[in-house]
């Protein structure tokens, strides 16, 4: 059986343009975003409580939110979301200037005062503020780390430059614990980073690591942006698929590289352009087919995994689907530019 | 060629029985073999995270600051008990926060005697002299020492509390920070193991000032010496709580610590519960003594500055028992005997992290990831063979294959499985195929260009295998980075992800390039069904 039939031809570096416009647009709508109403944090970040409760019968939010006015918590926010048919309720607290420790408690006593028995409190999730501050220094450290040893590891391999991809790595480091030290934030950190290796792969002639990065990037700004525009939770477990879907993004753009590669190696004499569009073309089947896999799976896990792993299968599924748009759109077209620009690869 | 395909196939046969064997411990099926099977098999098991077993995660922050404190008044206290015996007087002596102790003195003779006495006796200072005034510091390594052991202390505590309240496969630790991690498995009760691990537990016998005006000292004219402390009233028809005041005496006469047992008893009068105390026999002398000298007084209980009860005492009590009333529950009783047993906090500890899952949830997010596992098993099994054939089904196989190996590697490592880590399994599963779409597209390239079964199979993992190799190293890094910097469940995803990506390599190439030589090079089929 084939979907993709041998010998297919598509132009996709004739819609480069289209490609980088519709990119351009949703990294400038994220951005954009980013700026004006910032992301939504979950407690691991800021530090609050959310309660995971479930009655005997269904309430109503307004119910829920009069049974806590007593103690002082009827400004929550309270989800309802169904679970197996059941309804249950998400409490958020999301003031961080009171005993927060107290709170679970405080919640159950004040819903067993309205309803009775049948509360049941399925899961609570308390982060102090230090905790919160902590997890975040940690996650962007994580995104920090996974970006710089991609890009050595990339440059590396993929252009035989070791050396080049010790330098920027050295080059790198010194940047960010110099910055580090005059106490820039994480979050400048990264950014500083991010632009460091761009500017480091260009400056030192790495192409096929510059379309690598900005893939991935690219894939992470998007998924970052499906969140802000859904106004879903960043958690702890959302930078675990930020940084899946780092891996990912890499693993679909590495597949089209190696390909472009050994063309390249075949027939010298043909323009760079067709050789990129042969190889992405001879490397679509697999394309496909790798993420149809993973994107069923995922469908699996997002409508049948509970409410606990839904945010975290939504932010696989919009990353592998960025990520193979990515690989195919953008990361390829990247290289021609570069091409253009320098005229070697 | 033969030669070569026959110890592939051994070492395949011997890792696949392997897994299998690191795997059924933690089978069902483990639970009704005979006891010598049980003796022969590894005793790893799959450990379930709290998020599917339910249970409490808790963080605590040991207050050292407060450790510090009360090691200081501890050393003034005995300071004082020194400067008398040596008969040197003072204008005045106080703790300077957590700096030190600084005292003033009548006469500047002393300061030299002084200086010799604690120079003697309290090494952990630097001494500094000015005018009359004994300036001492404490050291840093002093300070330190003194935070590590109200750390320890809290943490031994803690683990006693948590054996006696009886919880299965607790894990207590020290982490960074002065923070102590608690992680109970299976609680029914979460509120209530929170309220037993945190309590101070403070015991203090203290004296009832009844020669002065407690309306007095409620307007804030508090004699010296003395302190008011509340005890809590609820009046069970309507659960109003009423706060009552005493003033007492600042100086505690007994602690807790000479506790050596604390037992839940019914009075029979008012089938109300009390906690019975037992003192060492130096806590029985000091009991007797205080009780002796203070006839017609009133003694007030006090546990974490509340007061428990203020009874007269009637006569010199000798036998080193005491009894603590309250209006307790059963339940409430029960666990002050546990905290009065296993003894005060060194520091007052808060809960800056808690999660808490109920066991229902555990149970439902273990069901709906087995059945996301399967259904999209399931579903990418199908895909698989009805697209590639009987190749298909080889890579299908080499899939069942990766489970196999991801869960006995958990077992192995003795790593713990999370919902995330489920997740984890279940990404596996789509991306694990990856090696096996790489190298089957690439069988089919070089079938296409005319070449025969076997140059084809050959060329096709040759091309196939650094590709596969660069593209899964790049999510390894990815993993191996997260689970250097995630925190429990992540962690149990980065773990499931890289075992799942090491052992996907394992089976999509090498195992299913076994059974491709098998068919076509030793049984020699031609036509390759791909």
Not at chain 2, 339 to 345: F, K, T
Request: hydrophobic content about 50%; aromatic content about 8%.
């Amino acid at each position: 059986m084939e979907f993709i039939k041998p010998g297919i031809n598509i132009d996709f570096i004739g819609k480069r343009k289209i490609a980088f416009f519709l990119s351009g647009s949703l990294i400038a709508i994220t951005l954009f975003l980013l700026l004006w109403q910032g992301p939504r944090y979950g407690v691991d970040f800021t530090g609050g409580v959310v309660i995971q409760v479930r009655f005997d019968k269904r309430k109503s939010i307004q119910e829920i939110r009069n049974a806590l006015k007593p103690v002082h918590l009827d400004d929550s926010i309270i989800q309802e979301f169904k679970e197996s048919g059941i309804s249950e309720y998400l409490i958020r607290v999301r003031k961080t200037n009171i005993n927060l420790a107290g709170i679970h408690d405080k919640v159950k006593d004040a819903l067993e005062a309205r309803f009775g028995k049948g509360v049941d409190i399925r899961r609570v999730e308390m982060v102090g503020p230090k905790i919160g501050k902590e997890l975040k220094q940690k996650a962007l450290f994580a995104i920090f780390y996974s970006i710089l040893f991609i890009a050595i590891y990339i440059s590396g391999r993929f252009e035989m430059k070791w050396v080049m991809s010790i330098i920027m790595a050295l080059a790198l480091s010194v940047v960010v614990y110099a910055a580090s030290s005059f106490g820039v934030k994480v979050t400048w950190l990264i950014f500083i980073a991010m632009i460091l290796t761009l500017g480091l792969c260009w400056y030192l002639r790495l192409g096929y690591a510059l379309g690598a990065i900005i893939a991935l990037i690219h894939d992470v700004t998007i998924t970052i942006g499906a969140f802000l525009i859904t106004q879903k939770e960043i958690s702890l477990a959302i930078v675990a698929a930020l940084l899946t879907i780092v891996g990912y993004s890499l693993n679909d753009t590495i597949i089209v590289f190696d390909r472009i590669r050994e063309n390249l190696r075949k027939s010298r004499k043909q323009p760079f352009a067709l050789i990129i569009n042969r190889s992405i073309n001879e490397t679509l089947s697999r394309t496909v087919l790798t993420s149809s896999t993973t994107l069923f799976v995922l469908l699996a896990l997002f409508f049948l995994g509970g409410n606990v792993i839904h945010d975290f299968a939504f932010a696989m599924l919009i990353g592998i689907v960025v990520g193979t748009y990515s690989s195919i759109f953008v990361a390829s077209p990247i290289l021609l530019v570069w091409e253009k620009g320098f005229g070697t690869t | 060629m033969q030669k070569g395909i026959i110890w592939r196939a051994l070492l395949a046969v011997f890792a696949i029985f392997i897994a299998v064997v690191y795997l059924i411990p933690s089978l069902p099926v483990y639970e009704r073999l005979s006891g010598w099977a049980k003796r022969i098999l590894p005793q790893n098991k799959i450990h379930l995270g709290l998020d599917l077993r339910g249970g409490i995660h808790l963080v605590l922050d040991v207050d050292v600051d407060k450790a510090v404190e009360n090691h200081l008044d501890r050393i003034l206290d005995e300071l004082r008990h020194d400067m008398r015996k040596n008969r040197i007087r003072y204008r005045g002596m106080k703790r300077d926060g957590l700096k030190g102790i600084n005292i003033l003195l009548m006469r500047r003779e002393d300061l030299k005697r002084l200086e010799d006495i604690i120079k003697r006796q309290y090494p952990d200072f630097k001494i500094e002299k000015r005018d009359n005034t004994l300036i001492l510091r404490l050291l840093a390594e002093a300070r330190n020492r003194i935070v590590n052991m109200a750390v320890d202390q809290a943490l031994e505590t803690i683990r006693n509390r948590v054996d006696q309240f009886g919880v299965s496969e607790p894990d207590i630790r020290k982490q960074q920070k002065n923070t102590i991690l608690v992680q109970l498995p299976g609680i029914k009760d979460p509120r209530r193991a929170i309220k037993l691990i945190g309590k101070t537990a403070l015991l203090e016998f203290k004296l009832v000032d009844d020669e002065h005006s407690v309306t007095e000292a409620l307007r804030g004219r508090i004699p010296p010496g003395d302190e008011i402390l509340y005890q809590m009233k609820i009046d069970p028809g309507t659960g109003k709580v009423t706060k009552i005041p005493f003033l007492l005496k600042k100086r505690t006469m007994l602690t807790g610590e000479y506790i050596t047992d604390a037992r839940v008893q019914i009075d029979p009068r008012t089938n109300e519960p009390y906690v019975l105390l037992s003192f060492d026999s130096r806590g029985a002398r000091i009991f007797a003594r205080i009780t002796g000298e203070n006839i017609k007084k009133r003694l007030a209980i006090v546990l974490d500055k509340k007061v428990y009860s203020a009874p007269v005492i009637q006569d010199r009590i000798a036998g080193g028992r005491a009894q603590i009333t309250g209006a307790f529950t059963m339940e409430e009783a029960h666990d002050l005997a546990i905290v009065l047993r296993a003894g005060a906090l060194p520091a007052p500890v808060k809960v800056i992290e808690e999660r808490t899952v109920g066991p229902s949830l555990g149970r439902d997010s273990i069901e709906k990831g087995i059945k996301a596992t399967i259904i999209g098993g399931i579903v990418v099994t199908l895909f698989m063979a009805i697209y590639y054939n009987l190749a298909g089904i080889i890579a299908d196989l080499a899939l069942m294959l990766n489970i196999i190996f991801i869960m006995s590697g958990l077992a192995l490592f003795g790593a713990t499985l999370t919902l995330p880590g489920i997740a984890g399994i279940i990404l596996t599963i789509g991306m694990a195929v990856d090696a096996n779409v790489l190298i089957f597209e690439r069988i089919r390239e070089e079938l296409r260009l005319g070449k025969g079964a076997i140059a084809a199979i050959e060329t096709g993992y040759g091309r196939a295998f650094v590709t596969i190799l660069d593209a899964n190293v790049t999510t390894l890094i990815a993993a191996l980075v997260l689970f250097q910097f995630g925190t429990g469940p992540i962690r149990g995803f980065a773990v499931t992800l890289s075992i799942g990506i090491v052992a996907s390599m394992f089976t999509a190439i090498f195992i299913t390039r076994i059974i491709f030589d098998y068919l076509y090079v030793l049984k020699g089929m031609k036509k390759v069904r791909i």
